[in-house]
């Protein structure tokens, strides 16, 4: 049987180890490829941002996303006390919100002059639900606080500076279902006039795969060593960025595995 052609276009930002995507996508690693089953199926890898048009106008049928558009496209400022827009407040929320609402339009935008006419946008993205939920914070424990308070107590003992808290800022937001559904909406609006409508949003919960494994074993040390194994390039730099400066710092995957091995001692004295 032949099956018609289907090119499929991997993309994530240029300093993105793209090598564990090849390593899949071309069945090098423990999975299964898909090339295996099906002929008439081309990869290609693009290390262009969603913050720019990556594919030529009117030339992508079927668009997905997963997990990766909280990214914004630039720290708009330092949050004070906390490490996320979660926990902001004031005009350093206003200005993150600012920067998030003209980000995702961008996204929607460029997205909106890819698709065919008749094409589709799957996203599945991070965000806070109707009832304040977001990630990290479904139900009990919550992750960031969690997080801030690790930092701050690193900041207590010295090791690290004022200026080095700030700087952990993570450049993300969570938008609402408001937020994510606004600029397709409305006849007045770029994203609606470059073509986009929205056809259906709704909000899910997904189980941690990290907390899943940590019920199995209780090892703080397992789930560290997922979690690293899994964390994006971009997400070890920005953990430790606010370091580099510091020559005794340098190195960021000895930080991160730093942070690790506090987190892993903080765990297990706590359990
Ligand atoms: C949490 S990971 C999700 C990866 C994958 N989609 C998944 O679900 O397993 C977030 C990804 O978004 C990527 N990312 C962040 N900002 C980006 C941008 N501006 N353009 C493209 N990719 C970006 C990161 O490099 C990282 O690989």
């Not at 909000?203 to 040390?221: H, L, M, N, S, Y």
């Not at 964390?231 to 730099?237: A, F, G, P, V």
Request: with cysteine; hydrophobic share 35%.
């Amino acid at each position: 049987m032949s099956y018609i052609p289907i090119s499929v276009v991997y993309t994530d930002q240029p300093r993105n180890d793209f090598n564990a995507l090849i390593t899949n996508v071309y069945g090098l690693g423990p999975f299964e490829t898909y090339l295996a089953k099906r002929d008439n199926v081309f990869p290609l890898v693009s290390g262009s941002s969603f913050y720019r048009q990556i594919l030529p106008s009117a030339s992508l049928n079927l668009g997905f996303s997963a997990t990766a558009m909280h990214w914004l496209s630039n720290k708009i400022c330092n949050i004070s006390n906390y490490v996320q827009t979660v926990g902001a407040e004031g005009p350093e929320l206003q200005a993150f919100r600012k920067q998030a609402h003209s980000d995702w339009r961008q996204i929607l935008i460029h997205r909106a002059h890819e698709l065919k006419p008749g094409g589709k946008l799957v996203l599945i993205d991070f965000g806070t639900d109707e009832q304040g939920r977001y990630l990290g914070n479904t139900d009990g424990i919550n992750m960031f606080d969690t997080f801030n308070q690790i930092w701050c107590s690193f900041l207590e003992q010295k090791r690290i500076d004022r200026q080095e808290y700030e700087n952990m800022t993570l450049p993300q937001y969570y938008n609402s279902v408001e937020e994510f559904s606004a600029p397709p909406v409305g006849a007045d609006k770029p994203v609606f006039q470059a073509g986009l409508r929205l056809d259906h949003i709704d909000t899910r919960i997904v189980k941690c795969p990290f907390a899943e494994d940590f019920k199995k074993t209780w090892r703080c040390g397992t789930i560290c060593r997922r979690i690293y194994s899994v964390n994006s390039q971009l997400e070890r730099e920005y953990l430790f960025q606010c370091l580099i400066q510091r020559p005794s710092h340098r190195g960021t995957p000895r930080n991160y595995r730093r942070l690790l091995r506090y987190l892993q001692n903080h765990g297990s004295g706590k359990s």
